[in-house]
């Protein structure tokens, strides 16, 4: 795996958000797992890798928010024991800021920098795809000055600029040009 994903470990060196794509069958997962492995086997880097495949076709950001911060949670709990966890009811109060405040205060907490792998991400639709990244974005942007993930990939089949389908939300998150952090892509 090492050979393999020595792109990927450069990125993550980098502290770059980006989307691993691949087809189906092709080993995605099994990186994405030997990552985490990898990573929290060490004295560098804390990894948490988060399947949000229960999240798919999810319109609705509270319902597609309240999956993905429990699948968080499990997966803290799973790869990183001991890691205090972010309450997740006062969070899905207001779900347009919901994954941003889980991975801020994740990351706080955190005492090595963290590394998130989201997986099945291209599963997400409509108007809960267009707050995940509109809030990945948000604190992608200001993680130089409030704790957020060091690296984040996005992992699925797709592109990210092809997650969103509608004119409507394609000029939502028209930041998905040049201004937005993944802008690199890794295949596996």
């Known amino acids: 795996p090492l050979r393999r994903l020595g792109r990927i470990l450069e990125l993550i060196d980098q502290e770059k958000y980006f ?5 189906r ?19 560098r880097y804390r990894c948490v890798w988060v399947d949000i495949q229960t999240a798919r076709e999810q319109p609705e950001p509270i319902k ?21 966890l972010p309450d997740v009811e006062p969070l899905l109060r207001d779900p347009a800021t919901a994954v941003l405040s889980y ?12 590394i998130v792998l989201f997986d ?33 990939a996005l992992i699925g089949l797709r592109e990210v600029r092809d997650y969103v389908l509608s004119q409507d939300e394609r000029r939502a998150v028209a930041w998905l040009g040049t201004s937005s952090p993944f802008n690199i892509t890794a295949e596996a």
């Open 64 to 84: 597609a928010f309240r999956t993905i911060l429990n699948k968080m949670t499990q997966a803290v709990k799973t790869d990183l024991p001991g890691l205090p």
């Open 19 to 23: 989307v691993l794509r691949a087809g």
């Open 25 to 43: 069958q092709t080993g995605k997962t099994t990186s994405a797992r030997w990552l985490v492995s990898h990573f929290n086997a060490g004295d």
């Open 120 to 152: 099945e991400a291209d599963g997400l639709i409509g108007e809960a795809m267009v707050q995940f990244l509109t809030q990945l974005r948000d604190g992608y942007i200001a993680r130089s000055s409030q704790p957020f993930p060091h690296s984040l």
């Open 103 to 114: 991975l801020q205060q994740l990351a706080a907490a955190c005492p090595l920098p963290l």
